[in-house]
């Protein structure tokens, strides 16, 4: 089974940037489908944004398209998230999943078996 750590949350005041890594080691990286997903406190967990096993095909959130690049290097094992114009709405526990299937309009928390601690993100107004 594949084990995530990330990395790269942060303070940061509205409108700014910030990019989160993934690292992955155990199991064969390229094999996995990579996502991202928050918790607010309070909140339930969502998912915000998802990559096929090439990188070919994105999958994202409505409330960060436009916003949110994922994306992956499969020489590094690391997927990562660039979050631009970011919102106070976006703070939240950042957490990477390795899946193995991509379900019909997108992939979802039960397509993904193996989860990172999470890394903080704050965005101040």
């Known amino acids: 089974q594949v084990q995530l750590v990330e990395s790269g949350g942060g303070l940061v005041q509205a409108g700014g940037s910030l990019r989160l890594s993934c690292a992955a080691s155990?199991?064969?990286?390229?094999?996995?489908?990579m996502g991202w997903f928050r918790q607010a406190p309070g909140k339930e967990r969502e998912f915000v944004a998802a990559?096929?096993?090439?990188?070919?095909?994105?999958h994202y959130a409505d409330s960060v398209k436009g916003r949110f690049t994922i994306a992956r290097d499969n020489a590094k094992d690391t997927a990562y998230l660039q979050m631009n114009n970011l919102k106070p709405e976006d703070t939240a526990v950042y957490s990477c999943?390795?899946?193995?299937?991509?379900?019909?309009?997108?992939?979802?928390?039960?397509?993904?078996?193996?989860w990172g601690q999470g890394t903080q993100v704050t965005v101040s107004s």
């Open positions: 999943a390795a899946g193995t299937r991509w379900s019909m309009g997108g992939p979802g928390s039960a397509d993904f078996g193996s």
């Open positions: 155990g199991d064969t990286f390229r094999s996995y489908v």
């Open positions: 990559i096929s096993w090439s990188g070919e095909v994105t």
